[in-house]
């Protein structure tokens, strides 16, 4: 019923690699209007005409947008869009997927978070829906709270239809990145900054 939506996300979204299982069906529940994963998650995923909040300038003056300073950022951030797969707002600001080249295949897509300040933050869990349980688990006060926190949004989840993989929050997947994304961006602005003649 909606595998040509689902192929568009794919192509706007992941640059048309496969749909995740767990991502699929809470964009379907979304589409069809069921909040549930939303609420538990804190996770709206983006509309087709919804552009990526690194591509986004809208909110710039146009003297922001022609100061070759403002330039150079925009271009690296767009240079990084195309390994920052974001698909959802939620958290600190937007959540995707960290897809670097240079990054292991063999091993699950690094969730990823960009808050408002255009900051990166590595998140725990081996899928998108557990890297969002972990990350509401954590704001509990205590270890023991976030333990049982994650073990009731788990049990939850499951009971809609989308179990995590079985680990405990303090045993969930932790990737070890090869490409820092903050240095990246650093890199990429700097580039920039040079083909501009900006000290």
């Not at 951030?77 to 990054?103: F, T």
């Not at 295949?105 to 408002?116: F, S």
């Not at 993989?165 to 903050?182: A, C, F, K, N, T």
Request: negative net charge.
């Amino acid at each position: 019923m909606f595998e040509e939506r689902l192929a568009a996300f794919s192509r706007e979204r992941l640059d048309g690699h496969p749909i995740p299982d767990d991502l699929r069906t809470m964009l379907v529940a979304q589409w069809e209007n069921r909040t549930e994963f939303r609420s538990l998650l804190d996770l709206r995923f983006f509309a087709s005409d919804q552009l990526h909040p690194l591509l986004d300038t809208s909110y710039l003056s146009e003297a922001e947008r022609a100061d070759p300073e403002m330039q150079a950022i925009n271009a690296g951030a767009a240079e990084m869009a195309k390994y920052v797969k974001l698909v959802a707002e939620g958290g600190k600001g937007w959540i995707g997927y960290w897809l670097h080249p240079d990054e292991p295949t063999d091993r699950p897509w690094p969730v990823i978070e960009l808050d408002t300040e255009f900051s990166y933050w590595s998140m725990a869990g081996s899928t998108l829906a557990e890297a969002c349980a972990a990350d509401r688990a954590h704001y509990e006060d205590e270890p023991d709270e976030a333990r049982s926190a994650f073990s009731q949004l788990s049990a939850r989840l499951a009971e809609l239809g989308l179990p995590l993989s079985g680990e405990d929050y303090d045993d969930l997947y932790d990737p070890e990145g090869i490409v820092d994304p903050e240095e990246l961006m650093e890199e990429l602005i700097d580039a920039e900054r040079a083909k501009r003649g900006i000290a």
